[in-house]
């Protein structure tokens, strides 16, 4: 399975829905990585995780929250192998915590047109309509 490609953002998710849903309008996969403190998830499954449980998990109607324990710091590539299995791109949005190790990305904002500027370290940058961007994304390098 491909890795997916990155893009560090600032912006909430609500800035890229236009992308993620054209991207879904395509047939691919986009997913949203926060790198921040999760929200308390319920006192259950905190509760099942410090009791021993690998992993505890409730599920509803709209979706399904996960608790797992960690031991250090997060490591980028764990997580996309863990969570984001099939995604064509992976929005990044946060700092890693102290000790884990920092990359950098290409950076993705909303253009004052609709669209959308990506701008990757020692390239120039890109100003995109959200259709090529899209299709940019199917490519194995699509900044370059």
Known sequence: ?????????EEGPEVFAPLLA???MEGMRAGWLELAEPEPAPSTLD??????ALRA???GERGSVAVK?????????DLLREHFLGCRLVLLRGQPP?????IELPRLTPAADGGWRVEAPDRAALDLSTAE???RLRR?????
């Open 98 to 102: 102290p000790g884990a190790a920092e």
């Open 22 to 24: 054209a991207m879904e």
């Open 1 to 9: 399975m491909k890795a997916p490609h990155l893009l560090r953002v």
């Open 140 to 144: 194995p390098r699509p900044w370059g």
């Open 69 to 77: 324990r960690r031991k250090g710091p997060p490591v980028l590539g």
């Open 57 to 59: 998990v409730a599920v």
């Open 47 to 52: 509760r099942a995780v410090d009791g021993g």
């Open 133 to 135: 961007l899209v299709a």
